[in-house]
């Protein structure tokens, strides 16, 4: 291509690159929530019985490192604006919300990578086997699966189903979805992390949970059971509910307003090292004495502007 002169020279040395290249690598991720639950209880009541348990895998293919790195990054930059201009295309589960909390005319296809959620509400039981039959016969390669139910069905990390809502307005209720496999584990409070990281975790669950739950008593059973969770995992009472007051206060429709991409007009100043308790005070006082330090001459030559904070393991 760059021979013919279809490709020009930035982009060639960019894909030709001599670099330490490594062949890819292939491995497998269990699918333990396609389990039978009563496999799964079974195992946990006698665990010698995983030997016998035969598990799905998700092949996965890690290409880092690989000839088909830049290759495929490539590709991306020019095929990624074109998927997201699709009708279908679904960017995360927010955007599923927002279609679902608007949507009464049933009768939609959306879909997310691999991943098809079709709603529709003309048609039999035999047509749509007929639909994926049609499908499946088109390329060798490509083949569907599908499950389908009159109430309720997962997709992403939401449960959508017919509840009070559908009933009086027509519009599907949501919940969120959890595993049958979740086990909770949230980082345990007793790790040596910033005490912000510990605050965004429950911050960033509880905002999951008021998006993915219209209901407002589910959504106080969903704040309740992760509560319980997090003290079992060594978080305070009184640190839960400072951020639970936080994220109660605001209006669900705000935590499902897409917000705009800032655009910075210089990179950021980041402040980074290897984190420590004694490391932490730097970002509390400098954070803390901001306006002051700001008008400082000495200072300015430190930081021109307010900075980030990274801090690291090693």
Not at 140 to 157: G, I, V, Y
Not at 172 to 199: A, G, I, M, V, W
Not at 214 to 238: C, H, M, W
Request: glycine share 4%; aromatic share 10%; hydrophobic share 35%.
């Amino acid at each position: 291509m760059h021979r013919k002169g279809v490709m020009d020279e930035i982009t060639f040395k960019y894909l030709s690159a001599k670099r330490d290249l490594k062949p890819g690598r292939l491995y497998l991720l269990p699918k333990l929530h396609k389990l039978d639950p009563e496999l799964i209880e079974s195992v946990q009541q006698n665990p010698t019985l995983y030997k016998n348990v035969r598990i799905q895998g998700r092949p996965i293919v890690s290409l880092s490192g690989t000839v088909l790195e830049r290759i495929g990054q490539y590709l991306d930059k020019f095929m990624l604006p074109a998927v997201v201009k699709q009708e279908t295309h679904l960017r995360d589960s927010l955007e599923f919300i927002n279609i679902i909390e608007k949507l009464q005319k049933i009768s939609s296809l959306y879909r997310f990578r691999d991943d098809g959620f079709f709603i529709y509400n003309e048609g039999t039981d035999d047509e749509i086997a007929q639909f994926f039959e049609h499908a499946n016969r088109q390329h060798a390669l490509l083949k569907f699966t599908h499950e389908k139910s009159q109430t309720k069905m997962q997709f992403l990390d939401v449960l959508v189903f017919k509840g009070p809502r559908f009933r009086e307005t027509g519009i599907l209720d949501l919940t969120t979805f959890r595993k049958k496999t979740e086990n909770y584990q949230y980082l345990e409070r007793s790790s040596c992390h910033p005490s912000s990281t510990f605050r965004g975790i429950i911050k960033g669950e509880m905002l999951r949970f008021k998006r993915c739950t219209n209901d407002p008593v589910d959504l106080q059973t969903q704040y309740a059971l992760f509560s319980e969770r997090l003290i079992k995992r060594g978080y305070p009472k009184n640190e839960i509910k400072t951020v639970m007051q936080e994220v109660t206060a605001k209006q669900r429709k705000d935590t499902l307003m897409v917000k705009p991409k800032s655009v910075l007009m210089s990179p950021p100043l980041v402040f980074s090292t290897v984190f420590s308790r004694q490391k932490s005070h730097i970002k509390t006082n400098i954070l803390k004495h901001w306006d002051q330090l700001k008008d400082d001459e000495e200072a300015k030559l430190l930081f021109d502007k307010r900075p980030l904070f990274a801090f690291r393991r090693h």
